[in-house]
């Protein structure tokens, strides 16, 4: 009987906290339609293609710059020589 009495008493008190909302029907049958439509799921997989490309980019350029300032020393060094 106590616990009885003891839920009476939360819900009076719930009562004076919440209040009832009443929504529109169209809300209503828009929520039940998207609930009975199975929705369609993709799976994204990662592009590793551009990554791949851009670090093969820049280590190609930067071989090419490194060879570039090499061959630009060795003709300083071996104009000096002579």
Known sequence: ????????KLENELNGFLNPVSPSRDFINELQTR???????????PN?????????????FGIGIIWGINKIFRLISSTEKE
Do not use: A, Q, W
């Open 1 to 8: 009987m106590k616990n009885r009495i003891d839920n009476t």
């Open 35 to 45: 609930l009975r439509l199975k929705n369609s799921v993709m799976v994204e997989y």
């Open 48 to 60: 590793y293609l551009l990554p791949i490309v851009l670090v093969s980019t820049g280590l190609f």
